[in-house]
């Protein structure tokens, strides 16, 4: 079984400009997760999704941040505009069941994003 | 909220000894608590979940688990380490209710040495 795709998996950017992510879940995976993992901390939740339905993103810094999930499969999470405190690995999870706090989750390789 | 606290930031072991990696939590309910690993430059693979029963969980690659409700504590430990476990161990917990988040301890650095 293919495991969560992500791209790009390196991304160096100027501030204040835009960036976008993209994610493939595990084919059938209904939840879909994008988390933020700043070096030397755990992975943060950004947003979660059910399908192609919102929900949890609470943590989402909605000023700058967008994400995404048309037709339940695909998401792609956007920064616009980065800030220097962006910098970190973004990390796509899913999982198979309805995302309830038994889900195990699947993790992609993440993108590791620079803003200078 | 819940929480988790991963008290040690590295834990060194001689290869071929036992190895602990500590975990602790806070949830208001009932916990589901996870362990999973990460290697450089990739994403975190699952190891192993305690949702209900038997306190002792095992899971891939030898690891096994103590759930201990009392201290609230669930330890990693494995009997005999490897050089390749060598590796970035996060623990995490979520709780029964409803779409409930899965929240993450801050990392413990793992290094076997031949």
């Known amino acids: 079984e293919a495991g969560v795709a992500q791209s790009p998996r390196y991304k160096i950017i100027e501030k204040r400009q835009s960036v976008a992510f993209w994610c493939n879940p595990i084919?059938?995976?209904?939840?879909l997760y994008w988390y933020q993992q700043i070096l030397g901390q755990g992975p943060k939740l950004l947003i979660q999704?059910?399908?192609?339905?919102?929900?949890?993103d609470s943590q989402l810094p909605k000023d700058r941040f967008s994400a995404e999930r048309l037709k339940g499969v695909d998401s792609t999470l956007k920064i616009q505009p980065a800030k220097l405190e962006d910098s970190a690995v973004y990390l796509c999870?899913?999982?198979?069941?309805?995302?309830?706090?038994?889900?195990?989750?699947?993790f992609g390789p993440g993108t590791r994003l620079t803003v200078l | 909220a819940q929480s988790v606290a991963q008290p040690e930031d590295q834990v060194n072991v001689a290869e071929g000894n036992p190895l602990t990696v500590k975990c602790t939590y806070s949830?208001?309910?009932?916990?589901?608590l996870f362990w999973y690993v990460q290697y450089p430059n990739r994403g975190l693979q699952f190891l192993l979940k305690?949702?209900?029963?038997?306190?002792l969980v095992k899971g891939s690659y030898g690891f096994e688990a103590e759930f201990n409700k009392s201290q609230t504590s669930f330890h990693l430990k494995k009997p005999s380490a490897l050089v390749s476990d060598s590796a970035l161990y996060f623990c995490?917990?979520?709780?029964?209710?409803?779409?409930?988040?899965?929240?993450f301890g801050k990392g413990t650095m793992l290094l076997v040495s031949p």
């Open positions: 305690y949702i209900t029963g038997d306190n």
């Open positions: 999870a899913s999982s198979s069941l309805a995302g309830e706090g038994t889900d195990t989750q699947y």
């Open positions: 949830v208001s309910g009932n916990p589901y």
């Open positions: 999704f059910q399908n192609n339905g919102v929900v949890d």
């Open positions: 084919s059938g995976h209904a939840t």
């Open positions: 995490a917990v979520s709780q029964d209710s409803g779409y409930s988040t899965l929240t």
